[in-house]
């Protein structure tokens, strides 16, 4: 079954870090760009961060750039995301999703996770 | 940044009726770029349409995509009692965002 579970949620004060993790199966990792979708309960899909197939092409939302880093371990099929300097504006349910195209940061989405929640307060 | 705007924000209709739906993008997008989301209660989203008009695997023939940038829709035929959910249009021409969502609802 092609699976996406991510880890790594959890309460952090404002200004502190956190690492989520999503762990893939199901399907060979490095075919795919992957991303992190974030979603405030009640509210609209946000767009976080994407990375292609190798690591070698990232892209940013403008609210995250400079305080998150994206990142891939293939050997590991998991992705991560790095993040610091949370604010209040942070919480939201985290989502990673696979991409239909492996050389792109930015793409359709066609496999999605569950979600790990990460609440900044 | 490319800002998408969906309407109306709610559809009230009743199972059976035809749904249709809006997504406006403040700048041009391909129709290569431009994509489809369902998303229901407690639920990740679903991949519905890619390339404007390309029903992902496993999606229903009573949904379809059309338009060419900046208009883009998306049709329900005849709605079914699972077809009750919001609705996001996406954009990756550039960069990557989504549009604000349509909720379905019955009637």
């Known amino acids: 079954e092609v699976q996406l579970v991510e880890s790594g949620g959890g309460v952090v004060r404002p200004g502190g870090s956190l690492r989520l993790s999503c762990a893939a199966s199901?399907?060979?990792?490095?075919?795919?760009?992957v991303s992190w979708v974030r979603q405030v309960p009640g509210k609209g899909l946000e767009w976080v961060s994407g990375?292609?197939?190798?690591?070698?092409?990232?892209g940013y939302a403008d609210s995250v750039r400079g305080r998150f880093t994206i990142s891939r371990d293939n050997a590991k099929n998991s992705l991560y995301l790095q993040m610091s300097s949370l604010r209040a504006e942070d919480t939201a349910l985290y989502h990673c999703a696979r991409m239909g195209n492996p050389n792109y940061y930015n793409y359709y989405m066609d496999v999605w996770g569950k979600g790990t929640t990460v609440t900044v307060s | 940044e490319i800002v998408l705007t969906q309407s109306p924000g709610t559809l009230s209709l009743s199972p059976g009726e035809r749904a249709t739906l809006s997504c406006r993008a403040s700048q041009s997008v391909s129709i290569s770029f431009l994509a489809w989301y369902q998303q229901k209660p407690g639920q990740a989203p679903r991949l519905l349409i890619y390339?404007?008009?390309s029903r992902a695997t496993g999606i229903p023939d009573r949904f379809s995509g059309s338009g060419s940038g900046p208009d883009f829709t998306l049709s329900i035929s005849r709605l079914e009692p699972e077809d009750f959910a919001v609705y996001y249009c996406?954009?990756?021409?550039?960069?990557?965002?989504f549009g604000g969502g349509t909720k379905v609802e019955i009637k």
């Open positions: 990375i292609n197939w190798n690591g070698g092409s990232t």
């Open positions: 390339g404007a008009s």
């Open positions: 996406q954009q990756f021409g550039s960069s990557l965002t």
């Open positions: 199901g399907f060979t990792f490095d075919d795919y760009g």
